[in-house]
């Protein structure tokens, strides 16, 4: 094991993916409502792994071949993101989670969320956001090419094990933030933070 160019990938990594954009912030959301932490920590990280390998392995060839495909990709993406986006802000304006509350404190539990929309909007803020590509796919897996050889696979596990790190302490570390969350102002100020977010990003990728 190249252990510095596995610390090559794994500071890269860390640099790009604790920027709370939208595949984070909707982690973030769902681990604030204990809500299947399992399968979207497990998606996100896996889909991430999946593109890093991608990227270091020569991928990002494909970019330069089919440049109106990636172009296509990133409208699709920046479509969902603004429709994202609005449906935060509205939610800032009328919560749906008035509050948060536990069983554990007495209180009813959040309205349970049917598993399948969630694995859809993970697969979605993961595969349609045109800042996982660019993070993952071309800035990581650019950088990887520039390792020798038989380095490529060490900087590509570092940085898939900061990403599964990360995405694991962000959707449970997320449950912290609970007790705060059992006002309404706080759901429409983080819905609200959200929204703006994800418009922003989607509106300064535009060409």
């Given at each position: ?38 399968k ?25 071949r ?8 990133l ?17 800032a304006?009328?919560?749906q ?62 940085a ?29 100020v ?18």
């Amino acid at each position: 094991m190249n252990w510095l160019s596995f610390s090559h990938g794994a500071a890269l990594c860390a640099s790009l993916i604790v920027t709370i954009g939208a595949q984070n912030a909707f982690v973030l959301r769902q681990g604030i409502m204990r809500s299947h932490v399992v399968k979207i920590v497990a998606l996100c990280a896996l889909s991430d792994c999946i593109l890093i390998g991608a990227g270091v392995g020569g991928a990002s060839v494909l970019v330069e071949r089919y440049p109106v495909f990636v172009h296509a990709m990133l409208y699709v993406g920046l479509a969902y993101l603004v429709w994202f986006g609005l449906n935060a802000l509205r939610r800032a304006v009328r919560p749906q989670h008035a509050v948060l509350d536990t069983e554990e404190d007495g209180g009813s539990a959040p309205p349970a969320q049917r598993a399948l929309p969630i694995v859809l909007m993970t697969l979605a803020f993961t595969w349609l956001n045109p800042h996982v590509y660019l993070d993952t796919f071309l800035l990581i897996g650019t950088a990887g090419a520039r390792e020798p050889d038989g380095a490529r696979v060490a900087f590509a596990l570092g940085a898939m094990a900061v990403s599964v790190s990360w995405f694991i302490g962000l959707g449970y570390g997320a449950r912290a933030l609970a007790p705060l969350f059992r006002r309404a102002s706080a759901w429409r100020v983080l819905d609200g933070a959200i929204g703006s977010m994800v418009l922003l990003l989607a509106f300064t990728q535009l060409r």
